[in-house]
């Protein structure tokens, strides 16, 4: 087999020490091992930890048993060729037990002496690096070879295994096809992967017929003007009466809780068939409060920025968040989503600005099986089609190329997509919040933006006020930092004065950057235990105060400034009161003097 060839001395290096040479190993490889060492599995491991007794095993074939049937008759298949190499092939569930195995004599034999049997729990966290564990984790195929494995236990194993998913996307389980090392074959892996292809495969037209099945015995109860839903084994609504058909005209698929957050409440459960549910609801819809996961402050620009959020939040519209960095973009888009009747879909952030450009079609779009050398067996899905059902927040919407404006103006007009190397086309139920940090109609006047998708984007613009237009917020978002941080920091208001004097360029951001300073540097909180000039030293603030300078004050250097204002403010503050200065500025009363002197100041200054 054309593979890394095992390396027992690398192996044995990273179990004593944790060194690696990655150089030497394969980086799915390498990667399983520091979750092995992250979440202590024993490298020294004889045989599996953990089987399951025969009850439980009965238990949890039947939780599995539409998996197990479907995939069994593959695997029988199989056996004839497995045995005749002298090999075993096993089907493993999606919670890492090996529910059926079968294959060579030799090989079972030497498999129960590791206890690789029916029952045994084979997941990474169990016996380290292995092919079965490794695949539930990654959800791709993969070989896992020799001294590759984490555990002594299997050694001496060679192991292919791929993943089985439902039409959901979601894991069925594993099909695994192992042997000691002696008889290992080249197209272990390839032989597994075709299996796990056809088994998904039918496992897909199999839940399609249930659902009809299903769909056919709900058809007298989708005409009720009772609100009732049908649910498959997933509670994922494929039926629905009248009442949940007009008032959620896209509940096809959606989840059983999201009606409850829509206000409607389970009076009974019925079961139909062997994979569906009949719920009986009632509706009590109730206005919940608008929950933002953050600060705002009291200030009058905060205030209106809510009463924006909270109104756009109510609608479906496309809304266009713009400010300057760090005044929070990010934190209104999720609020957006959080208090929107998509809250229980995905929300999916992506920063167009900091994606290359020759990546940003397939992070957005996706792309199909095959559409370039080196692409995933089963395509992948882009932001559009993971934000299905939930909301698409497009952060830097204005460094998007010309090319890609065209397919996102595409996209919102007719809410469908086709993946790069796709020919169908995909549609998708989201909802889009678009940010810059520029003003998006200069962008557009200045033709960065076209204009047509200007008016897509720009239907409802919420403005974020810069921290130097809300300065009376930083006392409510030095108390919001403090309890998030579990920091007992406290403000003294000459401190406090100085701070409201900053232009804060990085707004939020920087001022939150300002108060980490200070609790790495004041852990115990007390901010005034030396003088304030120090203490402004201390917590790195940026220049730049907001007063412009006067013409004699040029000459001043940054920390001779920052000391002369202080004055001006502490004397200020205490009516000219120079001993009262002092000791709201926390500076010693002759240290306080000297300065006066030293500045040409007098107490009436």
């Not at 004889?46 to 998996?67: C, W």
């Not at 400010?323 to 999916?348: Q, Y």
């Not at 401190?495 to 939020?508: A, E, H, M, R, S």
Request: proline letters at 5%; glycine letters at 8%.
């Amino acid at each position: 087999m054309n593979s890394i060839p095992n390396d027992l001395q690398t192996w044995k290096r990273f179990v004593k020490d944790g060194v690696l040479d990655e150089a030497r190993i394969r980086k799915r490889i390498a990667e399983s091992w520091h979750r092995c060492r992250k979440a202590e599995v024993n490298p020294y491991l004889e045989k599996g930890p953990k089987v399951l007794q025969q009850t439980e095993l009965d238990q949890q074939s039947n939780k599995h048993s539409f998996f197990l049937s479907t995939a069994m008759p593959y695997l029988e298949k199989l056996l004839p060729a497995i045995k005749e190499m002298e090999m075993m092939a096993l089907l493993i569930d999606a919670d890492g037990v090996v529910l059926a195995l079968d294959g060579h004599r030799r090989a079972l034999h030497e498999a129960k002496r590791i206890n690789f049997i029916e029952g045994a729990c084979w997941t990474e966290t169990a016996v380290g690096t292995n092919a079965i564990g490794t695949a539930l984790h990654i959800s791709e195929p993969v070989v896992i070879q020799g001294s590759e494995h984490y555990s002594v236990a299997s050694h001496h194993w060679n192991c292919s295994a791929a993943p089985i998913h439902y039409e959901d996307g979601t894991l069925a389980g594993v099909i695994d096809i192992s042997c000691p090392a002696a008889h290992a074959q080249p197209n272990m892996l390839g032989i597994a992967a075709a299996i796990a292809f056809a088994a998904e495969r039918e496992l897909a037209a199999k839940s399609r017929e249930k659902e009809l099945e299903l769909l056919s015995r709900f058809a007298d109860r989708a005409a009720s003007r009772v609100p009732i839903v049908l649910c498959n084994a997933k509670q994922h609504i494929i039926g629905a009466s009248l009442p949940i058909r007009s008032s959620i005209p896209d509940w096809q698929g959606r989840h059983l809780y999201e009606l409850k957050e829509k206000g409607f409440t389970i009076e009974k459960a019925v079961t139909m068939g062997d994979s569906g549910t009949c719920f009986y609801l009632s509706e009590q819809k109730k206005k919940t409060a608008f929950r933002f996961h953050g600060v705002l402050g009291q200030s009058r620009q905060s205030q209106a920025m809510l009463i924006s959020l909270e109104r756009a939040a109510a609608a479906d519209a496309t809304v266009c968040l713009s400010g300057e960095t760090g005044t929070g973009k990010e934190v209104a888009a999720r609020a957006l989503h959080e208090n929107s009747d998509r809250k229980h879909g995905p929300f999916v952030a992506v920063n167009c600005g900091a994606i290359p450009s020759d990546l940003i079609e397939s992070e957005l779009f996706g792309y199909a099986e095959g559409a370039f050398t080196g692409a995933k067996r089963n395509g992948y899905k882009g932001a559009f089609q993971k934000a299905n059902h939930g909301t698409l927040f497009l952060d830097e919407i204005g460094e998007i190329s010309h090319s890609m404006q065209v397919a996102l103006l595409r996209v919102l007009q007719e809410r469908k997509i086709t993946p790069i190397g796709g020919t169908k086309e995909i549609p998708v139920d989201i909802r889009v919040i678009a940010a810059t940090h520029c003003d998006l109609r200069e962008l557009a006047e200045s033709g960065k933006i076209r204009e047509d998708l200007f008016y897509r984007l720009h239907v409802y613009p919420i403005q974020l006020p810069p921290l130097r237009n809300r300065l009376e917020d930083i006392e409510d978002l030095f108390a919001y930092y403090t309890q998030k941080n579990g920091w007992p920091g406290e403000l003294p208001p000459g401190f406090l004065d100085v701070l409201k004097q900053w232009k804060w360029p990085g707004n939020i951001r920087e001022l939150f950057n300002v108060f980490e300073r200070l609790s790495i540097r004041f852990p115990d909180g007390r901010l005034s235990d030396e003088p304030l000039s120090l203490l402004l030293e201390a917590s790195g603030l940026p220049i730049g105060p907001v007063k412009e300078k006067r013409a004699e004050t040029k000459a001043l250097n940054l920390r001779e400034q920052i000391q002369k204002d202080i004055l001006i403010n502490a004397l200020e503050t205490a009516k000219g009161n120079v001993s009262k200065a002092a000791k709201i500025s926390g500076i010693p009363r002759s240290t306080f003097y000297k300065r006066l002197k030293k500045f040409n100041m007098t107490a009436g200054s």
